[in-house]
T-cell receptor, first 113, second 112 residues
Framework: GAGVSQSPSNKVTEKGKDVELRCDPI?????LYWYRQSLGQGLEFLIY????????KSGLPSDRFSAERTGGSVSTLTIQRTQQEDSAVYLC???????????FGNGTRLTVT | SQKIEQNSEALNIQEGKTATLTCNYT??????LQWYRQDPGRGPVFLLL?????KEKRKERLKVTFDTTLKQSLFHITASQPADSATYLC???????????FGAGTQVVVTP
């Protein structure tokens, strides 16, 4: 079956531009997560959606970052006015519930020049 | 705040030997720990979950232990193979809603 799909796989953008990253979770998974991984670093939690509950946005590094999840399925992470420090791999994961293992996509590598 | 630590130095090991990785945590008592494998350019892949009331969990050549007194989990790869070369991440639940916090990972390199 299809796993978690992320697009684009690579994105190069100029500083100050806005970007949108897309995540298609596994069908039927109610929980969806966004993490960020900088070169050689661990995974940094960004935001978490669970069903129809209000998302946990506690990991978003600034108000330039936002995310939404439409219809309980596809999610979009938006970064406004990108900065060079935003360069990283953005990973999306989904799970069947909040206490099940995560299934990750292969990420979007964002490079801000 | 909760903190999770893994050995940042790469573990170089000869094929056939046992690799042992450590995950330590502070300021929290997680109900369970998870271990993931990450290959370059790929997302992490789930390997094992161990609960606080379980001392040990096994899956094929993998073994995980969980010591809530020491606040530590050990991850063992027995009879290691070059295909086991990857970065291994531990993660634990930091709240009741399902937020997972990850360690930075330990790279394992298995040489023939």
């Amino acid at each position: 079956g299809a796993g978690v799909s992320q697009s684009p796989s690579n994105k190069v953008t100029e500083k100050g531009k806005d970007v949108e990253l897309r995540c298609d979770p596994i069908s039927g998974h109610t929980a969806l997560y966004w993490y960020r991984q900088s070169l050689g670093q661990g995974l940094e939690f960004l935001i978490y959606f669970q069903g129809n509950s209000a998302p946990d946005k506690s990991g978003l590094p600034s108000d330039r970052f936002s995310a939404e999840r439409t219809g309980g399925s596809v999610s979009t992470l938006t970064i406004q006015r990108t900065q060079q420090e935003d360069s990283a791999v953005y990973l999306c994961a989904s799970s069947s519930d909040s206490h099940s293992p995560l299934h990750f996509g292969n990420g979007t590598r964002l490079t801000v020049t | 705040s909760q903190k999770i630590e893994q050995n940042s130095e790469a573990l170089n090991i000869q094929e056939g030997k046992t690799a042992t990785l450590t995950c330590n945590y502070t300021n929290y008592s997680p109900a369970y720990l998870q271990w993931y494998r990450q290959d370059p350019g790929r997302g992490p892949v789930f390997l094992l979950l161990i609960r606080e009331n379980e001392k040990e969990k096994r899956k094929e050549r993998l073994k995980v232990t969980f010591d809530t007194t020491l606040k530590q989990s050990l991850f063992h790869i027995t009879a290691s193979q070059p295909a086991d070369s990857a970065t291994y991440l531990c993660a634990f639940l930091t709240d009741s809603w399902g937020k997972l916090q990850f360690g930075a990972g330990t790279q394992v390199v298995v040489t023939p």
